[in-house]
């Protein structure tokens, strides 16, 4: 959040009304609804600014703070309502709902769950199996409850093969808080005569289900998120994973922004990722040593092919057979053009993230680099500094990897052969055959820088800076209140309880059993 004793910094949005007014009717305004179901800084603050926009503008939000309330808890939850007020305490959601009401918001506009006695609508699905094809499947009411499940992994060392099969009691409990979460949203949005809503993301387990919901009663969905590195937060009326709505607003952000600012602003996000001083950054680039790359041998043309995260990408609902089958296939598809090149050599840069991520995921995908044979492999661990080997490159290879659009800020003739949110600003080639991946290799041609920068444009500036929530001295406060966590003591036992009861959930079981 922006500091109080400085100007708000100019944001991709010049105010939340105006962009409200821009996206939503005046009859979709009138009694737009806010469903959380978490406890994150981010998210009670963004919330908070909404609903205090929506109130300045003279209109009659709804604000449903449910975190506390699911029966499977929130990847966003941390604190027990009930535990931080036996200890005198509250969790931040419930500061949050004291600075609203500090702030003129009506009682009546803190929306409860409706349905007191809640069983499910309808039966709950039981998947034909434990694995992410079975699972993805599954529908409650209609809506995708299977896809919202295998967004947020039982634990750090779930991998994403279709070989796995997932915790039952894991399953069913996310089936049932989803259930929740949906008919409680669609009987309340039904009941307050709500006309739109705004939930965090979109994707996750139960705002998923909320704004299922809404789209069965026809409302339009917003979604809000993490902004710029400069900015407060995002939010949407597209969808989540709308890569060319993302790449529009880019090109219509750098167009519209000064002249005189926006190559600085947009050059200094690439900038301080070279230098490993963006803190969202620091994970994958803290074993990598500024400067160092690799021998490059003369007379070669060097290809780098980067790695980008499978399981960010796993749950995305296209059609792979334009992105080569999946990234092993599209590695597979460069590694055999390079060989039918003599005087190229493919290194293959494993993505510093492998260090965190399942070991199955791990070692599939080392099988997946063994079984295309480049002539160089840099592991996870290697310490060689990305942004100096793609400088030392001749053609960069991404499956959709950020590593794709800073090596075409730096220069670099860039191929780009699966999702991507920069495919589309001229910066990058993208590539969907094997005949067109060969003509991009032989060419080995740039794009526009422009392009770009538009995208670092965005990730500094992205969204909205708050003009009702301030910070001082690092604490938030809305209407007088400070936003804060509950006391430490609080925050221990809460943890401690949803650990141990997602700790039972993660034991393998038959369904049913």
């Known amino acids: 959040m922006t500091e109080t004793t400085q100007a708000p910094v100019q944001a991709e949005h010049a105010s939340l009304d105006e962009y409200f007014r821009s996206v939503l ?14 406890q994150w800084e981010m998210n009670t603050a963004a919330v908070g600014e909404m609903a205090a926009t929506l109130r300045a503008m003279g209109l009659s939000p709804l604000v449903a703070l449910w975190s506390d309330a699911t029966p499977l808890k929130d990847v966003g939850w941390s604190t027990s309502h009930r535990i931080a007020r036996l200890l005198g305490s509250r969790a931040r959601d419930q500061w949050l709902a ?9 009682e009546s506009s803190l929306v409860q769950p409706p349905l007191r006695r809640w069983a499910p609508a309808s039966p709950l699905p039981i998947p034909a199996g434990l694995h992410r094809s079975a699972i993805r499947g599954v529908t409650y009411r209609g809506a995708p409850v299977g896809r919202a499940i295998l967004q947020v992994h039982p634990d750090t060392n779930t991998p994403v093969t279709d ?10 409990a996310s089936i049932r808080s989803f259930a929740w ?10 009941s307050a005569d709500a006309t739109a809503l705004i939930v965090f993301n979109g994707r996750f387990l139960h705002d998923s289900a909320a704004a299922s919901a809404a789209e069965h009663l026809g409302l339009p969905v917003l979604s809000f998120d993490f902004g710029g590195n400069d900015t407060d937060f995002d939010l949407t009326i597209d969808n989540t994973h709308d890569w060319s709505a993302l790449q529009r607003r880019m090109l219509k952000m750098y167009d519209a922004w000064d002249p005189q600012e926006r190559d600085a602003i947009g050059s200094s996000w690439f900038e301080e990722r070279r230098a490993h001083a963006d803190p969202r950054n620091r994970l994958f680039t803290e074993s990598q040593t500024v400067g160092t790359g690799i021998d490059k041998p003369d007379g070669k043309r060097l ?20 992105y080569f089958y999946g990234q092993a296939g599209a590695l ?22 492998k260090r965190h991520k399942p070991k199955r995921d791990v070692a599939d995908w080392h099988a997946d680099v063994a079984a295309a044979r480049p002539d160089e492999h840099l592991d996870e661990f290697s310490d060689v500094d990305s942004y100096t080997l793609m400088r030392q490159a001749d053609v960069v290879v991404t499956y959709g990897s950020t590593t794709g659009v800073e090596a075409a800020y730096a220069g670099r003739p860039v191929i780009v052969m699966g999702p991507s949110a920069y495919d589309e600003l001229g910066c990058a080639q993208r590539v969907a055959t094997q005949e067109q991946l060969l ?23 992205r969204g909205f800076s708050s003009r009702h929530v301030h910070v001082r ?23 401690w309880l949803d650990a141990r009861t997602k700790n039972r959930l993660r034991v393998t079981q038959e369904l049913g059993a």
């Open 439 to 461: 003509e991009a290799l032989r060419a080995g041609s740039t794009g526009r820088q422009s392009g770009a920068v538009a995208y670092g444009l965005m990730m500094r500036r």
């Open 98 to 106: 004291h600075a609203l009401r500090a702030s003129g918001l009506p």
């Open 473 to 495: 001295d690092g604490r938030q406060r809305l209407g007088g209140v400070e936003l804060r966590d509950a006391n430490p003591t609080a925050l221990k036992l809460s943890h």
């Open 163 to 172: 070989e796995y099969d997932w915790p039952a009691a894991w399953v069913e």
């Open 303 to 322: 290809v780098v092919f980067f790695s980008s995260s499978g399981d960010e990408i796993s749950e995305l609902d296209l059609d792979w057979a334009d």
């Open 181 to 190: 979460a949906f008919d409680q949203s669609l009987e309340m949005l039904k």
């Open 25 to 38: 009717t005046p009859h979709q305004l009138e009694r737009v609804a806010l469903i959380s179901f978490s």
């Open 332 to 353: 597979l598809a460069v590694a055999d053009a390079c060989r039918d090149m003599n005087d190229t050599m493919l290194l293959v840069r494993t993505h510093p993230h």
